[in-house]
């Protein structure tokens, strides 16, 4: 009876777990233009797989090539996720510190 209600409980949240897993890499409002996740662009550009984006890798984003020195924190020539990530973050709070409004939290 406990394992029958132990899989009868888990159920929803494996079914929820795969439906994000689906859609994750796609973010925005209903009724909006799909974009990206943060993710999924990262991955797009990293087109040897290796985790980081190199400078090469970065041309191909002009927007990232024109801040890869800001954004390369340890200064070795690569974007770690976490560096991107951070960026990213930062960004937001300037953002919102401009319009007067807290950055929301991820």
Known sequence: MKRAF???AMFPALVFAQAT???SDIVGAPGSKPKA????RINKL???QDGMISRAE???NPKLAKAFNRIDANKD???S???LMAFKDKAKAVRAAKKGTTA???
């Not at 996740?37 to 999924?40: K, L, V, Y």
């Open 6 to 8: 132990l899989i009868v």
């Open 21 to 23: 897993k689906v859609g």
């Open 37 to 40: 996740s943060a993710n999924a």
């Open 46 to 48: 990293d087109t040897n």
């Open 58 to 60: 970065a041309a191909g």
């Open 77 to 79: 020539e690569q974007l």
């Open 81 to 83: 996720r976490e560096e």
């Open 104 to 106: 929301p939290a991820n």
